[in-house]
């Protein structure tokens, strides 16, 4: 297995969650690694990513909201997701630089 998330599950609105993805050392030094989701009828939107150099993105909708960290030890990104709000609902994704196959994505649902 080259890619693995955790995290996600259910909470109300204002609530917090965190996303996990793990990976390989070669592909976690090698290539950004990011977040996107997806709603059922619409298409996988980015929602945040992080390149080897630290320097991040975030989608304008995530903006100020969701962090997304790296941690070199355990091959790992993180996305902490604060303030979650209704139409965050969706099945995140982890990508690894558009290298990998989509994995089977955690669910994050927020009830209002």
């Known amino acids: 297995v080259q890619l693995l998330e955790s995290g996600g599950g259910s909470v109300q609105a204002g609530g917090s969650l965190r996303l996990s993805c793990k990976t390989s050392?070669?592909?976690?030094?090698?290539?950004?690694m990011g977040w996107y989701r997806q709603t059922p009828g619409k298409g996988r939107e980015v929602v945040a990513y992080?390149?080897?150099?630290?320097?991040?993105f975030y989608a304008i909708f995530v903006e100020g909201r969701f962090t997304i960290s790296r941690d070199a030890a355990k091959n790992s990104v993180y996305l902490e997701m604060n303030g979650l709000k209704p139409e965050d609902t969706a099945v995140y994704y982890c990508?690894?630089?558009?290298?990998?196959?989509w994995g089977q994505g955690t669910r994050v649902t927020v009830t209002s």
């Open positions: 050392e070669t592909f976690f030094n090698t290539f950004r």
């Open positions: 990508d690894v630089g558009g290298r990998l196959p």
């Open positions: 992080i390149n080897p150099d630290d320097t991040t």
